[in-house]
Nanobody
Framework: QVQLVESGGGLVQAGGSLNLSCAASGSIFSPNVMGWFRQAPGKQRELVAT???????KYVSSVEGRFTISRDNAKNMVYLQMNDLKPEDTASYYC??????????WGQGTQVTVSS
């Protein structure tokens, strides 16, 4: 089992910044892909960004140039630096770790609210 604990969410004005953190503990399998997903009320959960153990990243187009994902493999941490936040970024943000087969775990989520 893997436990993922997110932190860093909150309320921010449009144009502001937040930095999300996710701490992973338990049976960490490597290699893996860690990522951030988000879900707004009434919408499906969507991928925001992912990062491999070697640092290869992928972003949804709507956050390209504004968000940066990073990780610290030694600490089993993944981060999401979010700049120039927009009201449409308002959602619950979830940390995920994915590996082979059924190795797929989620955090409880942290709320990000961007006011206009």
């Amino acid at each position: 089992q893997v436990q993922l604990v997110e932190s860093g969410g909150g309320l921010v004005q449009a144009g502001g910044s937040l930095n999300l953190s996710c701490a992973a503990s338990g049976s960490i399998f490597s290699p893996n892909v860690m990522g951030w997903f988000r879900q707004a009320p009434g919408k499906q959960r969507e991928l925001v960004a992912t990062i491999t153990v070697t640092g290869r990243t992928k972003y949804v187009s709507s956050v390209e140039g504004r968000f940066t994902i990073s990780r610290d493999n030694a600490k089993n941490m993944v981060y999401l630096q979010m700049n120039d936040l927009k009201p449409e970024d308002t959602a619950s943000y979830y940390c995920n770790i994915d590996g082979p087969g059924e190795y797929d775990f989620w955090g409880q989520g942290t709320q990000v609210t961007v006011s206009s």
